[in-house]
């Protein structure tokens, strides 16, 4: 997988464009070749936005692995 593949930023862009395909999907108004394209996009996006969450998942394994104590829930201070 290319560097490019681990941008984050990436990642939102792929779920904008899979939106944009579902919208256009549902609405019926492509011809047959023009949505069998855009569903063929669609798959494709899918899959790579699998495989960048996986590696992502993986990452957090092994940072969560190094820790040397558990970590503990996030409490938020108040104001009080």
Known sequence: MSK???DPG???QSIQELEHIVQQLEQGELSLE???SQFERGI???KHSQQQLHA???KVQILLQQ???PLQPFEP???D
Request: aromatic content about 4%; overall charge negative; hydrophobic content about 35%.
């Open 44 to 46: 494709s996006l899918v």
């Open 34 to 36: 023009q949505a069998l």
């Open 67 to 69: 820790q040397p104590e």
């Open 4 to 6: 490019k593949s681990a």
């Open 77 to 79: 201070q108040t104001g």
């Open 10 to 12: 990436q990642f939102e």
């Open 56 to 58: 992502a998942e993986q």
